[in-house]
């Protein structure tokens, strides 16, 4: 499959333990982010979203926090499976002010040891 | 409901060619993005078409265009290929004004030798 980024941060843990993918975001007029996920060979699939006017959102086995003070968002994965091994990027916009281009961070390939 | 399909899904060029890329969006959806992805740069965004308009545009060169269709189908073409412009193309579709939430193909792999 393609080579998503060949010196991205890695992340490897435990099959069954849980994962915390952190981002820093750019824009501090963004208002809204996406964690999306990329496997080999793959377009980006979407994980999970959240508002600016959140600071939690939780998905099935994931959960995305929001920090605006800092602007960091971070994505966790609970009991992380083998499944889960893929780049995951975030990505900022603000839609809500008529800028819909997605702006991605540079990708966190995550690596589960079975 | 069929997902994002880009065709071709690999393509080999020489420099100096031009090609052209294809995307149907999700039906129903309105709004196409395309977006670059490189090794050194990772994904970035050229263009957005809405009903037939350009509404946002990245920061590359006029090399790249763009247009869509009345059916939401959407094009893009490189002219006069540089070995840089090697890369994975995505497109991405979502249904709002807004945009939000966009869904990606699966890409179109362009080797430029």
């Known amino acids: 499959g393609e080579s998503v980024g060949l010196h991205l941060p890695t992340l490897s843990v435990q099959e069954g333990d849980n994962s915390i993918i952190n981002c820093a975001y750019s824009?501090?007029?963004?208002?809204?982010f996406i964690w999306y996920k990329q496997e080999s060979g793959k377009g980006p699939q979407f994980i999970i979203d959240?508002?600016?006017?959140?600071d939690k959102r939780q998905g099935q086995r994931v959960t995305v926090l929001l920090n605006k003070t800092v602007k960091h968002l971070s994505l966790q994965i609970a009991a992380t499976q083998p499944g889960d091994s893929a780049v995951y990027f975030c990505?900022?916009?603000?839609?809500?002010?008529?800028?819909?281009?997605?702006?991605f961070g540079k990708g966190t390939r995550l690596s589960v040891i079975a | 409901k069929a997902g994002v399909t880009q065709t071709p899904r690999y393509l080999i060029k020489t420099r100096g060619q031009q090609v052209t890329l294809s995307c149907s969006p999700i039906?129903?959806?309105?709004?196409v993005s395309w977006y670059q992805q490189t090794p050194g740069q990772g994904l970035q965004f050229l263009f957005e078409?809405?009903?037939?308009?350009?509404?946002n545009k990245g920061n590359f060169p006029g090399r790249f265009s763009g247009r869509q269709f009345s059916n939401s189908r959407s094009e893009m073409n490189v002219s006069t290929l540089e070995l840089g412009d090697s890369a994975l193309y995505l497109c991405?579709?979502?249904?709002?004004?807004?945009?939000?939430?966009?869904?990606f193909g699966p890409g179109t792999r362009l080797t430029v030798t």
């Open positions: 990505a900022e916009t603000s839609p809500f002010s008529g800028n819909t281009p997605l702006v």
């Open positions: 078409y809405f009903s037939e308009t350009q509404r």
């Open positions: 824009n501090s007029a963004s208002d809204y």
């Open positions: 039906s129903g959806h309105r709004s």
């Open positions: 991405a579709s979502s249904a709002g004004l807004a945009g939000g939430e966009q869904y």
């Open positions: 959240i508002r600016s006017n959140m």
